[in-house]
């Protein structure tokens, strides 16, 4: 079945490391989004890209960095300059405008 | 720069009754507008998308209305059920810069058996 994976679910990170998620989708979808989610908070966007080799900042994208490879993948690498990374990542893809939008099931990152 | 407001932040009601979660938006400059639902702890789930040409969307027990002009769409939830409990998100995804897609901060539903 065609959708998103986002791995790993949960993941634990030691102060001054980077660490990156993985988003991969089989939907042939152009756009790609990752999206910041703190508990009981709305979703804020770090950083989206339309095609492959582009993307743009979203609203809150210091202290993390993406690339564009591939059109169906699009990971997120979360650095030690990033200084309350703790929280619920989720990535999303949408084939068109006037599409819906699909997401992945989220990644839980944790600082110890 | 759009901004997107969703009210009320939560709403707690006894089971059956009718409500109405409402969304707003700055720029209506929209290509559409979706409609999700977010379980505790899980991703979204798309429940009815509107494109800006369309007055409302209907799927069972759900009818989402858009009003463009000025900025302002509403989910109405029938005959509401235990089940019905998570985060309601609404999304307007814009014409002008189509990549950028800005999120409410949600309306957080519970409905009491």
């Known amino acids: 079945d065609g959708g998103i994976t986002q791995s790993p679910k949960y993941l634990f990170r030691k102060e001054g490391q980077n660490v990156t998620l993985s988003c991969e989708q089989n939907l042939n979808h152009d756009a790609m989004y990752w999206y910041r989610q703190d508990p009981g908070q709305g979703l804020r966007l770090i950083y989206y890209s339309q095609i492959v080799n582009d993307f743009q900042k979203g609203d809150i994208a210091e202290g993390y960095s993406v690339s564009r490879e591939k059109k169906e993948s699009f990971p997120l690498t979360v650095t030690s300059a990033q200084k309350n990374p703790t929280a619920f990542y989720l990535c999303a893809s949408i084939g068109a405008p006037g599409n819906t939008i699909y997401f992945g099931e989220g990644s839980w990152l944790t600082v110890v | ?113």
């Open chain 2, 1 to 113: 720069k759009q901004e997107v407001t969703q009210i009320p932040a939560a709403l707690s009601v006894p089971e059956g009754e009718n409500l109405v979660l409402n969304c707003s938006f700055t720029d209506s400059a929209i290509y559409n507008l979706q409609w999700f639902r977010q379980d505790p702890g899980k991703g979204l789930t798309s429940l009815l998308l509107i494109q800006s040409s369309q007055r409302e969307q209907t799927s069972g027990r759900l009818n989402a209305s858009l009003d463009k002009s000025s900025g302002r769409s509403t989910l109405y939830i029938a005959a509401s059920q235990p089940g019905d409990s998570a985060t309601y998100l609404c999304a307007p995804l814009m014409s002008s810069n189509t990549g950028k897609l800005i999120f409410g901060q949600g309306t957080t539903l519970q409905v009491k058996p």
